[in-house]
T-cell receptor, first 113, second 113 residues
Framework: DGGITQSPKYLFRKEGQNVTLSCEQNLNHDAMYWYRQDPGQGLRLIYYSQIVNDFQKGDIAEGYSVSREKKESFPLTVTSAQKNPTAFYLC????????????FGSGTRLTVV | GQQVMQIPQYQHVQEGEDFTTYCNSSTTLSNIQWYKQRPGGHPVFLIQLVKSGEVKKQKRLTFQFGEAKKNSSLHITATQTTDVGTYFCAGPPRETSGSRLTFGEGTQLTVNP
């Protein structure tokens, strides 16, 4: 079955360490996105990619970095510069940039202690 | 920048009662999308509305897109416990059709059996 796989589901890291969240899709979608969700709040866009080898900053990109070397993969690195990294991170994809409904992965819950 | 607001933030109903959530955008939208996120889960795409004044139904769910394409509503008739979750609206600004989605903060629905 086609879908988006995020791993790991839960992740614990010490403050000051960089951590990379994985996102892989086999839907042949061009566009991919990373969102952050804090408890009881909506989704805020971190980074997005319209096509392989291209990506743009979203609304809260500071302290994060991404790459898009393959169409299927869009990993997110949470760096030590991110002041409040504990959150639920959601990866999504769409057939084209914004025109169709997003398919979301099951998310990664990151806790930094 | 574009803002998407949803009301109410929380809604508690008895099973069998109706439920409505409203979505308002600060800018005209090219389309509006609705997502449902179950507790502990990830958002799942429900529907997309494109035309001014459009109304779509999915069983007990009725979705409307305003005439000015700046507001939308989701109405659930005779709620069931399976309707529990947070409902998000999202849309790209009209002038940049195909651009990234801005999500509302969601309406969290609880249904008492």
């Amino acid at each position: 079955d086609g879908g988006i796989t995020q791993s790991p589901k839960y992740l614990f890291r010490k403050e000051g360490q960089n951590v990379t969240l994985s996102c892989e899709q086999n839907l042949n979608h061009d566009a991919m996105y990373w969102y952050r969700q804090d408890p009881g709040q909506g989704l805020r866009l971190i980074y997005y990619s319209q096509i392989v080898n291209d990506f743009q900053k979203g609304d809260i990109a500071e302290g994060y970095s991404v790459s898009r070397e393959k169409k299927e993969s869009f990993p997110l690195t949470v760096t030590s510069a991110q002041k409040n990294p504990t959150a639920f991170y959601l990866c999504a994809s769409s057939i084209s940039y914004g025109a169709y409904g997003y398919t979301f992965g099951s998310g990664t819950r990151l806790t930094v202690v | 920048g574009q803002q998407v607001m949803q009301i109410p933030q929380y809604q508690h109903v008895q099973e069998g009662e109706d439920f409505t959530t409203y979505c308002n955008s600060s800018t005209t939208l090219s389309n509006i999308q609705w997502y449902k996120q179950r507790p502990g889960g990830h958002p799942v795409f429900l529907i997309q509305l494109v035309k001014s004044g459009e109304v779509k139904k999915q069983k007990r769910l009725t979705f409307q897109f305003g005439e000015a394409k700046k507001n939308s509503s989701l109405h659930i008739t005779a709620t069931q416990t399976t309707d529990v979750g947070t409902y998000f609206c999202a849309g790209p600004p009209r002038e940049t059709s195909g651009s990234r989605l801005t999500f509302g903060e969601g309406t969290q629905l609880t249904v008492n059996p």
